[in-house]
């Protein structure tokens, strides 16, 4: 979807080495998400964000950080990369309305491998 | 605790018969349920939705039903044709996160 793009769209890196995952959307949208998708898993909610500077864990927060300093771009950082952080990583953006979540509109993924 | 479950991991159909996939989930606070689709190497896509003030909803080919007392949510899709192949992601909320199923791969065989 062209109002959000992730990079870098495919990545390996060492086990122990610091690695972050950009988000950005051009859609002015307040809430973002990180997800990772894993096999047996679906997605799963790493970290959010409902607004510059606010941001919460999900249910698999361990490991990761994230900010948000401007509307349109939400980091996800990797402090010490593990091999269990394998995994593709995606970004998604939802327009609360009245208090309503209609859903998300989602990113192309990045692939990240830990080796 | 996986609260949105798919428990096929996958389903094949002929192509022109109809495909349904299965979702349960456990909190009776979620109010509003989606489906998604997602093709490989893609982000997943939104397909359909479904409130829970409503038991039904359909668009095109793609029918949603909503059984609340049996926490049980399901997607038809008559007539399944081969560009559905695709893996579909059933997911709930009751607010501003969604928590999504394991999903289903569906192969409709030509």
């Known amino acids: 979807d062209a109002g959000i793009t992730q990079s870098p769209r495919h990545k390996v890196t060492e086990t122990g080495t610091p690695v972050t995952l950009r988000c950005h959307q051009t859609e002015n949208h307040r809430y973002m998400y990180w997800y990772r998708q894993d096999p047996g898993h679906g997605l799963r909610l790493i970290h959010y964000?409902?607004?510059?500077?606010?941001?919460d864990k999900g249910e698999v927060s361990d490991g990761y950080s994230v900010s948000r300093s401007k509307t349109e771009d939400f980091l996800l950082t990797l402090e010490s990369a593990t091999s269990s952080q394998t995994s593709v990583y995606f970004c998604?953006?939802?327009?609360?309305?009245?208090?309503?979540?209609?859903?998300?509109?989602f990113g192309s993924g990045t692939r990240l491998t830990v080796v | 605790d996986q609260q949105v479950k798919q428990n096929s991991p996958s389903l094949s159909v002929q192509e022109g018969r109809i495909s349904i996939l299965n979702c349960d989930y456990t909190?009776?606070?979620?109010?509003?349920f989606l489906w998604y689709k997602k093709y490989p190497a893609e982000g997943p896509t939104f397909l359909i939705s479904i409130s829970s003030i409503k038991d039904k909803n359909e668009d095109g080919r793609f029918t949603v039903f909503l059984n609340k007392s049996a926490k049980h949510l399901s997607l038809h899709i008559v007539p399944s044709q081969p560009g559905d192949s695709a893996v579909y992601f059933c997911a709930a909320s009751s607010g501003n996160q969604f928590y999504f199923g394991t999903g289903t791969s569906l192969t409709v065989i030509p």
């Open positions: 909190n009776s606070m979620f109010d509003y």
């Open positions: 998604a953006i939802s327009d609360n309305r009245q208090g309503v979540n209609y859903g998300y509109t």
């Open positions: 964000s409902y607004g510059v500077k606010d941001t």
